[in-house]
């Protein structure tokens, strides 16, 4: 059984900058693929990042394309979200999910319903 935790949200600014982080328990490979989503009140949940454990085929929402990053340390099975330049838009719950099919399309690949585990969110809050 898989278990993802996230960790690292919280109250910040107006541009300033967030790490999320998620900690995957269980066996992971390189073909598999790690999502972040985020989902704020009254809306639907949103893709935001999707990189494979091996490192490619990474791509953004155009919402957050040049600031935020995705990345993964392997050795730690934990993928991270950098966020910059944060905007009171983007305030919402993150959540990390993991699909074992990573070589989906990347318009496959931003859907939630294609992603098999979820952690269990962090709140990330900007203020203006």
């Known amino acids: 059984q898989v278990q993802l935790v996230e960790s690292g949200g919280g109250l910040v600014q107006a541009g300033g900058s967030l790490r999320l982080s998620c900690a995957a328990s269980?066996?992971?490979?390189?073909?598999?693929?790690m999502g972040w989503f985020r989902q704020a009140p009254g809306k639907e949940r949103e893709f935001v990042a999707r990189?494979?454990?091996?490192?490619?085929?990474?791509y953004y929402a155009d919402s957050v394309k040049g600031r935020f990053t995705i990345s993964r340390d392997n050795a730690k099975n934990t993928v991270y979200l950098q966020m910059n330049s944060l905007k009171p838009e983007d305030t919402a719950v993150y959540y990390c999910?993991?699909?074992?099919?990573?070589?989906?399309?990347?318009?496959?690949?931003?859907?939630?319903?294609?992603?098999?585990?979820w952690g269990q969110g962090t709140q990330v809050t900007v203020s203006s």
């Open positions: 999910a993991e699909d074992r099919y990573g070589s989906r399309p990347i318009l496959a690949g931003t859907r939630a319903s294609v992603y098999d585990y």
């Open positions: 269980g066996r992971t490979f390189s073909s598999y693929a």
């Open positions: 990189t494979r454990w091996s490192g490619t085929s990474t």
